[in-house]
């Protein structure tokens, strides 16, 4: 950790430039029902535990009182966290849905269920999903409602912080290509909101391109 690199990043200018709704829908509504909390799945520290960069968690300290650092509620949890949390992040815990403050939302709110899909060519494309939340995100099943200001937002926003930081794109990479060892397994494309401003299926296998004009019939969990 003494010899972690950590490049000043300005996270409020980030947070200025990337804080549009991902559509003009609120998703939310959508998934919340299927939710025995009554909370939407992305908003609920008992189904997604978010994570923030550590200069973005010391920024977030002074800028909100929404934020606390996550405790773990057991030895499999604190497993888990040591296991899926890169060491230049922290995981942290909100006040809950009710008492969101927009402005001061995590980068890593602000993309759920997205994350910056890297070719085993070594290439920053676009976004894809975390797969793991197919069953329970409305929003996977609904990738047409992305919208374009999003996307270019997201883009630029990784964009920015892979320039100065290598180390956050190799832990991107790393991801990539977890989910194309998932979904050669599964026997499945991988959807991907190209930077083109194009729609593809990605072949995870190599890592052809096949164009879509939308994904509207891949429908997944409660959104079947």
Not at 31 to 41: D, Y
Not at 112 to 123: K, L, Q, S
Not at 145 to 159: G, H, K, L, P
Request: glycine share 4%; charged share 20%; hydrophobic share 35%.
């Amino acid at each position: 950790m003494e010899n972690l690199y950590l490049p000043q990043i300005n996270f409020q200018e980030l947070y200025t430039q990337f804080s549009m709704p991902i559509g003009e829908v609120d998703c939310g509504t959508y998934c919340a029902p299927h939710n025995p909390s009554g909370k939407p799945f992305c908003c609920d520290i008992e189904q997604a535990i978010p994570a923030a960069y550590l200069q973005e968690w010391a920024y977030l300290q002074k800028a909100s009182k929404q934020w606390q650092l996550y405790k773990p509620q057991s030895k499999s949890d604190q497993q888990a966290i040591t296991e899926d949390t890169p060491e230049h992040m922290v995981s942290i815990k909100c006040n809950g849905p009710q008492f969101c403050h927009r402005p001061t939302r995590a980068l890593s709110c602000r993309q759920f269920p997205f994350f910056p899909y890297i070719t085993a060519d070594d290439r920053f494309i676009g976004l894809t999903y975390e797969w793991v939340f197919e069953p329970s995100c409305w929003l996977i099943s609904h990738l047409e409602v992305v919208t374009e200001s999003y996307r270019t937002a997201f883009i630029r926003t990784y964009d920015h912080i892979f320039d100065r930081w290598m180390d956050d794109y190799e832990s991107y990479a790393i991801h990539s290509e977890e989910m194309r060892l998932h979904f050669q397994q599964t026997k499945r494309r991988i959807p991907i909101l190209h930077r083109n401003g194009n729609n593809y299926l990605l072949s995870p296998g190599s890592d052809r391109l096949a164009k879509v004009p939308n994904f509207q019939n891949r429908k997944f969990g409660f959104y079947i």
